[in-house]
């Protein structure tokens, strides 16, 4: 499904969420991309985020915050997504300490980031400090978007953040010498 397939599928008589459709749905690929390390299965995940944020909209329910809730539901779907178990995420297949990769390095599939430093390092930091961290810094969301987005309090997305930009630092510092 391509993006105006899904803007032609999900439009709602709101024109907010067609406007927080078209300005947010590569920046939820990327950051799905980025809490996931695939960038297929990103953006299945980001089609059933937007699926379901069409959904409030068109039962009339329209969100106070659209774009923390866009962020609550992808971060929800990606956890979903990782405790699952019997999927093996690609940088988890990429970068598996076998004789011989599950995945090569030329496939299409595999972009630079998944491979770069950069995710290496972002995957070693736990999941929930991860998605802070990413909201925050990559996406641009305030603490109190970023606390709705993830259910806990302002003052612990701060504690939380600075957290996960240590061990962040920690992981790309060692993997990168």
């Known amino acids: ?24 749905f590569n920046q939820v690929i990327s950051y799905l991309e980025r809490l996931v390390g695939d960038i297929g299965v990103a953006h299945r995940l980001s089609e059933e985020t937007f699926e379901q944020l069409a959904r409030y909209y068109r039962k ?19 956890r979903d997504y990782l405790r699952r178990g019997d999927k093996q995420s690609l940088w988890q297949r990429v970068f598996s300490r076998s004789d011989e990769p599950a995945v090569s390095f030329s496939d299409d599939h595999v972009t630079g980031l998944t ?7 972002l995957s070693t930091v736990d999941f929930d400090d991860r998605a802070i961290l990413l909201l925050h ?15 806990i309090g302002r003052s612990a997305v701060a504690k939380d953040l600075d957290r996960a930009r240590h061990g962040f630092q920690q992981a790309y510092d060692y993997i990168k010498f």
């Open 1 to 24: 499904m391509n993006e105006l397939s899904l803007v032609l599928n999900f439009s709602s008589t709101e024109p907010d969420f067609d406007t927080l459709f078209l300005a947010s």
């Open 60 to 78: 009339g329910k329209v969100p106070n915050q659209p774009r923390s809730l866009l962020y609550l539901i992808a971060t929800s779907r990606a």
């Open 115 to 121: 491979h770069g430093t950069e995710q290496r390092a």
């Open 137 to 151: 810094d990559y996406c641009a969301l305030s603490y109190d978007e970023v606390a709705h987005a993830t259910g």
